[in-house]
């Protein structure tokens, strides 16, 4: 048993590179560069899924600013907000790094809507429109 220790001794000794070569240290690399790269690129799906979500809410707000004006058209000047928040969850262990459940940014639309119902006279001047507006208190 002595002969075969005396042998091999160097077999014995821990962290010893038997072949010569780096396969462990190759191989602990890139377990750690796939975790970060994994990180990565979940972080750039869940920002490129808040993203698509605030192209849509933006759309739909426009969408109704326009309808909301239309519809309002004949009525009195006023001043009207339209807002939403978009909200994407974050998966799994993500929440930890973000430092929250879920990503929220909240969307806002301040818009005029209406026309001018005060009294007003119209008249032509050398072959021009004036319009005197009456401001009505």
Known sequence: MSIILKKFHHLLRPGRDFQKNQNGQAVIEL???MTFLAMILLALMIIHELQYKNILTIEALRNEMRI????NAPGPFTKNIKQKDV??????RMKEVFGAPFL?????????????QGAG???YKQRELYRKILIQN
Do not use: C, K, N, T
């Open 104 to 116: 929220s940014q909240p969307h806002r639309i301040e818009y005029y809507e209406g026309s001018y």
């Open 121 to 123: 006279d119209s008249y």
């Open 87 to 92: 909200f994407v969850e974050v998966p799994g």
């Open 31 to 33: 377990a750690l560069m």
């Open 68 to 71: 909301s004006m239309d519809r």
